[in-house]
C-alpha cells in the first residue's frame, strides 16, 4: 500500500515562498515517477510539475516554470516543491501523486496513488 502525505502549505504573501514535502511509504520509492498537481477553487485539478524516478529530469507547466522547483531524496521517501515569487493565482489545494509505471505523472490518468493534499493561499 502507498501512502503520500503533504505538508508545507499555508499563508504566504505575493511574492512569498515556499517549500511543499511530500512524504511516501512504500519500497519502491526510487522508482517512481512523481508529480505535483494543483486544484484551485471552481478549476479542475492540473499538473503543476514532476520529476523522474532518479531525478534527473523534470517537467512544469507553463505557468510556474521558472517560478517552481521539484526536487527527489530517494534516502528520505520524499519529494519537495518549492515555490518562489508566488501570485494569488497560485493559490489552490496541492496534491503529490505517484506514477508506478515509466510514465511520467503530467496528466491525472498517469498517476496510481495521491495524497490528501495541502492548502497554499497567497494574499495579494
Known amino acids: 500500500q502507498v501512502k503520500l502525505v503533504e505538508s508545507g502549505g499555508g499563508l504566504v504573501q505575493a511574492g512569498g515562498s515556499l517549500t511543499l514535502s511530500c512524504a511516501a511509504s512504500?519500497?519502491?520509492?526510487?522508482?517512481?515517477?512523481m508529480g505535483w498537481f494543483q486544484k484551485a477553487p471552481g478549476k479542475e485539478r492540473e499538473f503543476v510539475a514532476a520529476?523522474?524516478?532518479?531525478?534527473?529530469?523534470?517537467y512544469y507547466s507553463k505557468s510556474v516554470k521558472g517560478r517552481f522547483t521539484i526536487s527527489r531524496d530517494n534516502a528520505k521517501n520524499s519529494v519537495y516543491l518549492r515555490m518562489n515569487s508566488l501570485k494569488p493565482e497560485d493559490t489552490a489545494v496541492y496534491y503529490c501523486?505517484?506514477?508506478?509505471?515509466?510514465?511520467?505523472?503530467?496528466?491525472?490518468?498517469?498517476?496510481?496513488?495521491w495524497g490528501q493534499g495541502t492548502l497554499v493561499t497567497v494574499s495579494s
Open positions: 512504500g519500497r519502491s520509492f526510487d522508482t517512481w515517477m
Open positions: 520529476i523522474s524516478w532518479d531525478g534527473g529530469s523534470t
Open positions: 501523486g505517484v506514477s508506478s509505471t515509466t510514465l511520467i505523472p503530467t496528466i491525472e490518468s498517469r498517476v496510481d496513488y
